[in-house]
C-alpha cells in the first residue's frame, strides 16, 4: 500500500510570499506525482504533473521531484489570497491515473 | 467538452437507510473511479471501473457498499444500510489513456444522521 504524507498545516503565507509545500512516498517505484488544488466545498482540481527530477514550472507553480530522497514539492510564487485551498499530493499506480492521495495541505494567503 | 456530472450533490439520511449517487464521466473516458472523502482528509479510493469490468475494489466496504457501471458509461454508488461513519463526500472522477490523471466531479455530500 503506497503511502503518501504532508504536512496538514495550515500554511500561513503573506500575500505576494513563496509558499513552499512538502510531500513525501513510501513507493521507492514511484514515476510521477501530480498536485490538485481543492478549494473549501469544492472538489479537487488537478495543476501540475511531474514525473522527472528537477523542476516544472506552470505559471506561478513550480514543482520540485527528488527521487533519491522521495519528496516532491510545490513552490507558490507571488501567493495571491485566491490561492488559499487545500492542496493534495498524488501518486498513481505505474501505468495508470489510479491515485494514492496524501491528506493534504491547507494553505491561507492573508492580504 | 463537459466534465463529470455527478448527482445529488447533497443528501441527507438517516442510519440504517439506503443512499444511491450517480455519475456520468466524461465523454470518451473509460476509467471511472469512486473516492470517498472525509472532512480534513484526502480522498481514499473506493472502487475503479474500466469500462464496465472492476479493477480495484479492495477498499470497499462491499457489506454495505456496491457499485456498478452498466454499458461503461455512467456509474451508480449504493450504501445499504448507512451508518454515522459513511458521512464523507463521494467523488466520482474519470480518466483516459490519453491525459494525464484523472479529472473530479463536484461531489456528493452525505450526512448519515
Known amino acids: 500500500q503506497k503511502e503518501v504524507e504532508q504536512n496538514s498545516g495550515p500554511l500561513s503565507v503573506p500575500e505576494g510570499a513563496i509558499a513552499s509545500l512538502n510531500c513525501t512516498y513510501s513507493d521507492r517505484g514511484s514515476q510521477s506525482f501530480f498536485w490538485y488544488r481543492q478549494y473549501s466545498g469544492k472538489s479537487p482540481e488537478l495543476i501540475m504533473f511531474i514525473y522527472s527530477n528537477g523542476d516544472k514550472e506552470d505559471g506561478r507553480f513550480t514543482a520540485q521531484l527528488n527521487k533519491a530522497s522521495q519528496y516532491v514539492s510545490l513552490l507558490i510564487r507571488d501567493s495571491q489570497p485566491s490561492d488559499s485551498a487545500t492542496y493534495l499530493c498524488?501518486?498513481?499506480?505505474?501505468?495508470?491515473?489510479?491515485?494514492?492521495f496524501g491528506g493534504g495541505t491547507r494553505v491561507l494567503v492573508k492580504p | 467538452e463537459a466534465g463529470v456530472a455527478q448527482s445529488p450533490r447533497y443528501k441527507i439520511i438517516e442510519k440504517r437507510q439506503s443512499v444511491a449517487f450517480w455519475c456520468n464521466p466524461i465523454?470518451?473516458?473509460?476509467?471511472l473511479y469512486w473516492y470517498q472523502q472525509i472532512l480534513g482528509q484526502g480522498p481514499k479510493l473506493l472502487i475503479q471501473?474500466?469500462?464496465?469490468?472492476?479493477?480495484?475494489d479492495s477498499q470497499l466496504p462491499k457489506d454495505r457498499f456496491s457499485a456498478e457501471r452498466l454499458k461503461g458509461v455512467d456509474s451508480t454508488l449504493k450504501i445499504q444500510p448507512a451508518k454515522l461513519e459513511d458521512s464523507a463526500v463521494y467523488l466520482c472522477?474519470?480518466?483516459?489513456?490519453?491525459?494525464?490523471?484523472?479529472?473530479f466531479g463536484q461531489g456528493t455530500r452525505l450526512t448519515v444522521v
Open positions: 498524488a501518486v498513481p499506480e505505474a501505468a495508470g491515473n489510479k491515485l494514492t
Open positions: 472522477a474519470s480518466s483516459s489513456d490519453r491525459v494525464r490523471g484523472a479529472f
Open positions: 465523454s470518451g473516458h473509460a476509467t
Open positions: 471501473f474500466q469500462n464496465n469490468g472492476v479493477v480495484d
